[in-house]
């Protein structure tokens, strides 16, 4: 019998494990949808809705964590639409596809770490210029009340420019 995540109970769960569950979800999500499952995913994510993707079952307790994917665009720069978006979403999966060619065991994954919410942010930064707007897409994985959130980010560009 599953278990449901309560409040007691804290799940310690490997940052290289929480990295490939969020590809995982993504990939699964977007790229082996029909383009139309794709693009309404999307248009959920763009209302500002918690898209229910998943779950997770520890080996040990056998409790069972739902995965909710979620999008921030709040730092987004230029006109949002779907096929800005999938380029966004595709150069960030082909950065995090390159780095764990560079280190198969995931052993140098940069993460920041939110101490407010245990979130974790991959460190991992992708950069898209569509016209004159260039927009920077990163993930992280945060705990929220009984669940995962697998969170897509559009980060304010001008932090990452030297």
């Known amino acids: ?6 409040e007691e109970q804290s799940i310690n769960i490997d940052s290289r494990k929480l990295f490939n569950m969020g590809v995982n979800i993504l990939v699964a999500g977007f790229i082996r949808q029909k383009p139309e499952d794709a693009k309404r995913l999307f248009k959920e994510l763009k209302q500002g809705n918690q898209v229910q993707s998943g779950e997770l079952t520890s080996k040990e307790s056998g409790m069972v964590i739902p995965i909710k994917l979620e999008l921030d665009r709040s ?4 006109q949002f639409n779907y096929p800005n978006f999938d ?7 082909e950065k ?3 780095e764990a060619r560079k280190d198969k065991e995931l052993k140098d994954l940069r993460t920041l770490t939110n101490e407010t ?8 930064p ?3 210029q569509i016209g ?3 927009n920077v897409l990163m993930m992280a994985v945060e705990p929220l009340n009984e669940h995962l959130i697998v969170k897509l980010m559009f980060m304010n560009p001008e932090q ?3």
């Not at 730092?75 to 230029?78: I, P, Q, V």
């Not at 919410?117 to 991992?124: I, K, P, Q, Y």
Request: glycine share 10%; proline share 0%; hydrophobic share 45%.
């Open 1 to 6: 019998m599953a278990k449901k995540m309560s």
């Open 75 to 78: 730092e987004y720069r230029g």
């Open 87 to 93: 380029v966004s979403l595709r150069t960030m999966l």
């Open 96 to 98: 995090f596809e390159t």
């Open 117 to 124: 919410t245990g979130g974790l942010l991959f460190n991992l």
């Open 126 to 128: 992708s950069g898209v």
């Open 132 to 134: 004159a707007d260039l």
């Open 160 to 162: 990452f420019q030297a």
